[in-house]
T-cell receptor
Framework: AQTVTQSQPEMSVQEAETVTLSCTYD???????LFWYKQPPSRQMILVIR??????QNATENRFSVNFQKAAKSFSLKISDSQLGDTAMYFC?????????FGAGTRLTVKP | DGGITQSPKYLFRKEGQNVTLSCEQN?????MYWYRQDPGQGLRLIYY???????QKGDIAEGYSVSREKKESFPLTVTSAQKNPTAFYLC??????????????FGSGTRLTVV
């Protein structure tokens, strides 16, 4: 089964700074999708960004961007100009034609 | 507004009782999912359903049961056979079936505590 690993249980960043959250995954598939979800204190899971494995261009959504390294099976999330509202748990997720698999999460705290 | 509604937000269960968590969606999504979230373990799949009257076990289905009598509804019953039910439960849906590679829409969750 595919596995998703987030090696940073907790991270912190100063407001307005940039932070990068790491994610690696294991798969033998060639076609798949990767996601980053945000879970704020309200615990509502919110889709932040989505990357298709067949696309070489890294996905970007406003202040959020990814660094997708397919050969290395790495999918990191960069948050630029961090805001207090970015404080949340962040989950990396992998999906092929089967179930969506989630990492254990990284708790990000943005400090004023 | 379209979305997924989970109720109740908090639920307390006595030892030996069955409880049912509600999940309703008005997104006209075909597939629905139940996940369990524990600290440090991410989300684990309990059950999923791709069409009405059909559902499949996920990774941790023991002690749980579901039904899918309507497209909009996918309730989860936590039975007395579930040895460690205290957790946060998330319901999700996706526009197409499990084979499609789209993101999921999540509800706001139910926190279940055994007392």
């Amino acid at each position: 089964a595919q596995t998703v690993t987030q090696s940073q249980p907790e991270m912190s960043v100063q407001e307005a700074e940039t932070v990068t959250l790491s994610c690696t995954y294991d798969t033998s598939e060639n076609n798949y999708y990767l996601f980053w979800y945000k879970q704020p204190p309200s615990r509502q899971m919110i889709l932040v960004i989505r990357q298709e494995a067949y696309k070489q261009q890294n996905a970007t959504e406003n202040r959020f961007s990814v660094n997708f390294q397919k050969a290395a099976k790495s999918f990191s999330l960069k948050i630029s100009d961090s805001q207090l509202g970015d404080t949340a748990m962040y989950f990396c997720a992998f999906k092929d034609n089967n179930d969506m698999r989630f990492g254990a999460g990284t708790r990000l705290t943005v400090k004023p | 507004d379209g979305g997924i509604t989970q109720s109740p937000k908090y639920l307390f269960r006595k030892e030996g009782q069955n409880v049912t968590l509600s999940c309703e969606q008005n997104l006209n999504h075909d597939a629905m999912y139940w996940y369990r979230q524990d600290p440090g373990q991410g989300l684990r799949l309990i059950y999923y359903s791709q069409i009405v009257n059909d559902f499949q076990k996920g990774d941790i289905a023991e002690g749980y049961s579901v039904s899918r009598e309507k497209k909009e509804s996918f309730p989860l019953t936590v039975t007395s056979a579930q040895k460690n039910p205290t957790a946060f439960y998330l319901c999700a849906s996706s526009i197409y079936g499990r084979n499609a590679n789209y993101g999921y829409t999540f509800g706001s969750g139910t926190r279940l505590t055994v007392v």
